[in-house]
């Protein structure tokens, strides 16, 4: 089945990376470590991502981030910044000045900023002391992305490059915009965007996507069938929709 959904992905692309200039953020709960520094203030440390780990339902589907998903980011040394909760007006540093350094490991991207001594600097300072900085978030513009399903037949998509804007230590996590996503859905699989957000509003994602995958695997064109075939359907199209029947019912199963 995910094999199958790959190749329709490849298809509707023509095995062509998806590219988007729309910025999307993510976020993670983690510790955020405040160490000792012979410069500045003090210096922040923590993970803006973290690899192969699924994130909570983003509004019908359900986000991974490959290991080599930075890699180019880093390669090319483009600037990134590190903003308090992603705020122009709270920039803690960058990496061009290298008062912002990133890297991966097994973890994930980790981030380490040198605190500046300013007003942002310490209240950021005293609240990671105070522990009361519990979240991590990175902002991108994704290049490559991928769309398979979990083992428990959830949409996922995995994101395998993206554009890294900035990190950002947060204490509020209250964004969800999956437009960028759901548009990357919609494109790969040839379905209006409406229809996707709908059915992602209604929990029924994965249903519409089993459905499209059982119609193109049986080779149906959504078109008007004359004559017999209007009133007796073929054996093809009867075996479609009793697939696309035992799909609704393992997924309301799971659902439960």
Known sequence: MAKELRQIANHAEGGNL?????????????KIELRASTNGIGVLFGYAAVFNRYSQNLGGFVEQV?????????????EVLARFNHSDDALLGTSLAETLRLG????????????PDTSTGRDVKALAERGDLRFSSFAFRTMEDDWGYTSEDFPLRTLKAVQLVDVAPVVNPAYRDTTTGLRSLADRFELDLEEARTAAEQNKLATLLHD??????HGHEEKPVDGQGATHPSIGELRAKLDAQSRRAQLAEHML
């Open 18 to 30: 998806v590219k988007t200039k729309d910025i999307e953020r993510r976020f993670h709960t983690a």
């Open 66 to 78: 490959d290991p080599a998903a930075f890699n180019k980011t880093i390669a090319d040394g483009v």
């Open 104 to 115: 991966t490991d097994g973890t994930g991207l980790w981030y380490e900023v040198d605190l």
């Open 212 to 217: 499209k995958e059982t119609s193109r695997a």
